[in-house]
Every structure is written in structure tokens, then in C-alpha cells.
């Protein structure tokens, strides 16, 4: 049982557009959520996070929007550079259960020059 | 300012063998988590530990795998007689404390491939 779903496993976009990378979740307890940036055989790097308490976080050229009654969230890139292309997970964690990240399946960006 | 450790990167096992996977974590940082990736998959929680205590295991398969974060020294990830099915990423993380609304910092990851 997926509880945290990325349904695009690929995107592609040109360079000085916007990205927008989806995520859906079914478990209402989640309280948190993050999008991490993963590059072929690296670990993932942190890129932004958001408490359930607020609908938008925004950090440079990246902003995470997050619809609690639609239990969705996307991260916007804008705008998006070549270095941009990795796979980008979103993750969420319940706050009563520790700190165990559940996270998608991951969607493969790739900014075109 | 170094950030999480992991050691090695490759690790080639016969099955039946045994596998050892060291993570160190980010200066300051208390709090270890491991992962796995299959491939073409996402990651999935195995265990979080903080030192010489395991907190939550409800990642870990029931058999065969083992986690410590001695109170010196790294964390450790064991896994006795590897099956080809264990070949797989494995990710540590750490964060500087328990709670919610603290981001995890991963490692390089240590590829295990059994043979």
C-alpha cells in the first residue's frame, strides 16, 4: 500500500520554464512533508520542506505548495536550469509515529538546454 | 564541515556471506536512520537509532539484519547470509534531533550487489 504516490515517473522541460513535479498522499496523520534531490549514485540532498500548518514554502527557485483536503502536493522550479536534472523524491513523516520518512517512487526531471 | 558518511560505497558479497555497511553521521547530529532502494524504486525506512539505543526497527525485515549506533563510533547496518534479493542501495541518514520538522541528511549510499 503506496501511501505516498508520485504518478509521473518523467518530466521533461526547457531551460528558463517551470517545473512541476507532483506528489499525492492517502494518510491523513502525515504533518510534514519534503522534496529531496537525487542524482545518479548519490545519496539525496534536502531541498525544502513544509509543516501541514502552512499551504506554501518557498526557497529561492523552489516553492512547495501543499493542499491538506486534497492530501497533494508539488514543488515548483522556476526557473529551471539544466543542473536541475535529477529524480526528485517527496517524502512525508508522521509526526505521532517517530521520524520514519515514507517516501514516492520518485519523478525523473530533465531540463532541456 | 563533513556530511554523513558512508562506508564503503561498493560492497560485492557471495551469497551466504556476510555484509557490514559503516555510516558516520553529520557533526553534531545524534540521530541515524538507514533506508534501502531496490532499484527503479523509491526508498524505504528499515530503522532509526539513536546511540546504543534502536527506537524504531519497523523497517527491518525479521531475519538475517541487524542496526547499532554504539556510543562510539559509527552506525553499523549488518546483514548475515546476503541473498541476491538484498542487492540493493542502502542510504543512512542522520538529523540533529528526533523530532518532527527536522530534515534528514543522507549519505552517499553503499551499493550492495550479491553474487
Known amino acids: 500500500d503506496q501511501q505516498v504516490k508520485q504518478n509521473s515517473p518523467s518530466l521533461s522541460v526547457q531551460e528558463g520554464r517551470i517545473s512541476i513535479l507532483n506528489c499525492d498522499y492517502t494518510?491523513?496523520?502525515?504533518?510534514?512533508f519534503l522534496w529531496y534531490k537525487k542524482y545518479p549514485a548519490e545519496g539525496p540532498t534536502f531541498l525544502i520542506s513544509i509543516s501541514s500548518i502552512k499551504d506554501k514554502n518557498e526557497d529561492g527557485r523552489f516553492t512547495v505548495f501543499l493542499n491538506k483536503s486534497a492530501k497533494h502536493l508539488s514543488l515548483h522550479i522556476v526557473p529551471s536550469q539544466p543542473g536541475d536534472s535529477a529524480v526528485y523524491f517527496c517524502a512525508a513523516s508522521e509526526g505521532n509515529a517517530g521520524n520514519m520518512l515514507t517516501f514516492g517512487g520518485g519523478t525523473r526531471l530533465m531540463v532541456k538546454p | 564541515n563533513a556530511g554523513v558518511m558512508q562506508n564503503p560505497r561498493h560492497l560485492v558479497r557471495r551469497r551466504g556471506q556476510e555484509a557490514r555497511l559503516r555510516c558516520s553521521p553529520m557533526k553534531g547530529h545524534s540521530h541515524v536512520y538507514w533506508y534501502r532502494q531496490l532499484p527503479e524504486e523509491g526508498l524505504k525506512f528499515m530503522v532509526y537509532l539513536q546511540k546504543e539505543n534502536i527506537i524504531d526497527e519497523s523497517g527491518m525485515p525479521k531475519e538475517r539484519f541487524s542496526a547499532e549506533f554504539p556510543k562510539e563510533g559509527p552506525s553499523i547496518l549488518r546483514i548475515q547470509q546476503v541473498v541476491r534479493g538484498d542487492s540493493a542501495a542502502y542510504f543512512c541518514?542522520?538529523?540533529?534531533?528526533?523530532?518532527?520538522?527536522?530534515?534528514?541528511?543522507f549519505g552517499p549510499g553503499t551499493r550492495l550487489t550479491v553474487t
Open positions: 541518514a542522520s538529523s540533529k534531533s528526533g523530532g518532527t520538522n527536522y530534515e534528514q541528511y
Open positions: 494518510n491523513s496523520m502525515f504533518d510534514y
